[in-house]
T-cell receptor, first 114, second 115 residues
């Protein structure tokens, strides 16, 4: 069983740039959620994708956008990067069939904005 | 709206001593409660969860937690900690467990085990 994988693991960008983060969900999982974890904080829900459509969004501006592909993998895009976007971005997958509340997290992509 | 409060940001404990990590929540709907652990430079791993039924739930690595509805708490306990338990622990709440969970996390408690 393949777990959740994220890429890249680390990256550095400058203010105003754009970034794309990628996530492959665990085998058999059709739902992908993205979380932002700032230093010293708990993860915060950004949005969730199910069947290639956004299925709920947290309190994040529109410059945070995403995609889900037919193979259930997903991308998180952030435009016009700000210093406060520096964080660990976590992807989590789940299945609408399992109904046991568990999310499976990847190891994250650490973004530094200079 | 849901929220989670983890009362202690850091907890130092001697090896083989017991530990309790505190978590309080607020929610206007039915709640499902979780504890996740994050080891250094890693993602989150589920320790245990309360969905329904018995209020005492047991998880991996010898941890357990008790759901107390009247006190809106879900404290995590372990009777004897090991060096390998050094990690960040997050309490989380969800209003759904149908595969579309959107978790609200607390700010975390850093557990440090002292040899």
């Amino acid at each position: 069983e393949t777990g959740v994988t994220q890429s890249p693991t680390h990256l550095i960008k400058t203010r105003g740039q754009q970034v794309t983060l990628r996530c492959s969900s665990q085998s058999g999982h059709n739902t992908v959620s993205w979380y932002q974890q700032a230093l010293g904080q708990g993860p915060q829900f950004i949005f969730q994708y199910y069947r290639e459509e956004e299925n709920g969004r947290g309190n994040f501006p529109p410059r945070f956008s995403g995609l889900q592909f037919p193979n259930y993998s997903s991308e998180l895009n952030v435009n016009a990067l700000e210093l406060d976007d520096s964080a660990l971005y976590l992807c989590a997958s789940s299945s609408q069939k399992q109904r046991n509340g568990e999310l499976f997290f990847g190891e994250g992509s650490r973004l530094t904005v200079l | 709206a849901q929220s989670v409060t983890q009362l202690d940001s850091q907890v130092p404990v001697f090896e083989e001593a017991p530990v309790e990590l505190r978590c309080n929540y607020s929610s206007s709907v039915s709640v499902y409660l979780f504890w996740y652990v994050q080891y250094p430079n890693q993602g989150l791993q589920l320790l245990l969860k309360y969905l329904s039924g018995s209020t005492l739930v047991k998880g991996i690595n010898g941890f357990e937690a008790e759901f107390n509805k009247s006190q809106t708490s879900f404290h995590l306990r372990k009777p004897s900690v090991h060096i390998s338990d050094t990690a960040e622990y997050f309490c989380a709440v969800s209003d759904s467990v149908f595969g579309n969970e959107k978790l609200t996390f607390g700010t975390g408690t850093r557990l440090t085990i002292i040899p």
